[in-house]
């Protein structure tokens, strides 16, 4: 072989190689996974391919939340109108695709661990699965759209309410939205939402889209409902029907520069939409802001419970930088420059235009409770192993710390399992990456636990030691991630009411604590419990209830 005809072969080679490379799979459903960082676990979602899939076109794409006790096989079936066939049950539907009439969309079904809602872990898998989806193919972010039914129908409300800046429209069918849902309505302003419920619903009352779809409609959101006469709670073989929701979603695109922006949150983990972005807020109570255009360069803002905020216009059709620009901040003109990113903060009573800077030690994004957030992301359960513990106590020791790692616990056929498992380790197995990486829950006291002793010097507040009846839960930054502390009785022995009693008890519980909790005997009384301030102090009162009990030392 001549040195032209290896250069020759060497060229063709390295043309033919990008396309060797290429991912390319078949059109129609399929299953694919994406690694979680959560807890180190390949995690499945369902995938729909249009057919003859050309990666330098752009195409809409769905999001399909699934019902409890369903999972992303089923969803996709469900949302091309394909329901069971006569006689089958969801087992054996789960196991292939039926043939369906093709659409020129991508569509993505998240398993979102089985039937745990779509809060925590599961909300981190939903945009885990719309970031892989991103990756893996050519996504119109303008044409982007949310759907899911019941449980599905609920996180269709929750995500869809939280980043309503994401989502051109949204197709909730006989949602059961989680609790705190129903003050993020005004975020829909600027998406259209088409709900679907049967009127003889038994597991979700049709009320419930009743009511969501008459007070969307005061808002002046842009709602469509369609209730079915004498369907129960499958009304999504309705709604679904003859690929209708495809059909709905084509007419709309998303609305990148809304004139006007209603939004609603209580936590810094969802702080923005569109051009607004929330700077200072009190986690745990709802702020709003309601900021309009109402001329060009003209802005009209009302806000309450927020301290700070900017406005993000480059790109709005109703500014421009050349020309004076106007601001009315709850009654009062506010003087600024004209700039396409303009902050305010609240002073004195007093809004001016200045930019607010968090100081070090307050709350702000990634540090700001409750304590269920720290469970929402990466976090690993530590034991002690200090102060020359028995064979038997060590092992109650590990064995309490196992009970709460214990997602995954069989709940019946239906519910099934929650696919998280997070490690759990000792404190002398604690690894200079998880310190980096994990968020810390830790077991015992600065007697019992190494970590806590460590930490102690931080730690606003701590069980005495050999205090037998109460439990002290909390959580606290430091060092850039969460620590969660747990002494004396575990949180689960307070037996509370949740609303999804169907989940293990130690995660079903977590979500009815704010930042901190003393508690005692099980079913436990509340000593004290609330949030802590902006500044990761405890309030006076609660200071007092705490100190009253007897059983904790407090930090200054």
């Known amino acids: 072989m001549n040195l032209r005809t290896i250069l020759t072969t060497l060229t063709l080679a390295a043309l033919l190689l990008p396309a060797a490379r290429a991912q390319k799979l078949a059109p129609g459903p399929q299953v694919m996974t994406f690694f979680s960082s959560i807890d180190d676990t390949e995690q499945p979602y369902g995938l729909y391919l249009p057919p003859n899939y ?16 369903s999972n992303h096989r089923l969803s996709l079936r469900r949302v091309f109108g394909k329901s069971n066939a006569n006689g089958e049950n969801d087992v054996e539907a789960t196991l292939y695709f039926p043939k369906w ?11 979102a661990r089985g039937t745990m809602g779509y809060q925590g872990v599961a909300e981190h898998d939903v945009y885990d699965v719309l970031a892989d989806v991103k990756k893996r193919f050519s996504i119109d972010e303008d044409r982007t759209y949310l759907t899911g039914l019941s449980m599905g129908g609920g996180g269709t409300l929750w995500i869809g309410l939280t980043h309503p800046d994401i989502w051109a429209a949204m197709f909730p069918v006989c949602p059961a939205p989680p609790r705190g849902t129903d003050d993020l309505a005004g975020n829909a302003l600027n998406v259209p939402m088409f709900f679907h419920h049967g009127d003889q619903d038994s597991a979700v009352p049709v009320a419930v ?13 842009n709602v469509e409902y369609t209730e079915y006469p004498g369907v129960n709670h499958n009304s999504w073989e309705n709604a679904y029907k003859d690929e209708a929701a495809f059909d709905w979603f084509k007419k709309y695109t998303r609305q990148k520069f809304p004139d006007r922006v209603l939004y609603n949150s209580r936590n810094y983990k969802y ?3 569109y051009w607004v972005t929330l700077d200072q807020l009190t986690p745990g109570t709802l702020a709003t802001i309601d900021a309009a255009f109402t001329a060009p360069n003209q802005l009209t803002i009302k806000t309450t419970a927020l301290g700070a905020f900017t406005l993000q216009l480059t790109g709005h059709p109703k500014f421009d930088a050349a020309k004076p620009l106007q601001v009315t901040l709850d009654g009062k003109k506010v003087k600024v420059t004209t700039a396409p990113t303009l902050s305010f903060q609240l002073q004195a009573g007093k809004w001016v235009a200045t930019k607010y800077e968090a100081p070090a030690a307050a709350k702000k994004p ?12 990466r976090h690993v359960y530590v034991y002690g192993t200090a102060g020359n513990p028995s064979e038997a106590e060590l092992k109650a020791r590990m064995d309490i710390a196992t009970q709460a790692a214990n997602w995954s616990v069989y709940r019946n056929a239906f519910l099934g399992r929650i696919m998280v498992f997070p490690r759990v380790v000792s404190d002398k197995e604690v690894r200079p990456s998880d310190f980096q990486s994990s968020n810390l829950i830790l077991f015992g006291t600065r ?19 050999g205090t037998t009846d109460y439990g002290l839960f909390y959580v606290l930054p430091i060092d850039g991630r969460y620590v969660v502390i747990n002494s004396g009785l575990p949180w689960w022995a307070m037996n509370k009411q949740t609303q999804f009693a169907f989940a293990p008890v130690a995660v079903a519980t977590l979500g009815e604590f704010k930042d901190f909790a003393l508690f005692k005997g099980s079913p436990g009384t509340i000593v004290s419990d609330g949030y802590f301030d902006n500044n990761w102090k405890l309030a006076d009162a609660e ?13 200054k």
Do not use: Q
Not at 101 to 111: G, L, N, T
Not at 367 to 376: L, N, Q, R, V, Y
């Open 54 to 69: 050309d990666e330098t076109k752009k195409y809409p794409l769905v999001m399909m939340l699934h019902g409890a006790g």
């Open 101 to 111: 009439k093709d659409v020129d969309y991508i569509v993505a079904s998240p398993y």
């Open 209 to 221: 889209s009743r009511e969501w779809t008459k007070k969307l409609k005061e808002l002046g959101v």
């Open 271 to 273: 702080n923005h939409a």
């Open 366 to 377: 990634g540090a700001e409770g409750p304590i269920s957030a720290a469970f929402g992301e």
């Open 447 to 465: 007697e019992t636990n190494t970590l806590v002793e460590k930490y102690s010097d931080r730690l606003p507040v701590e069980l005495k030691a």
């Open 543 to 555: 200071r007092a209830k705490l100190e009253a009990s007897g059983v904790v030392t407090l930090k």
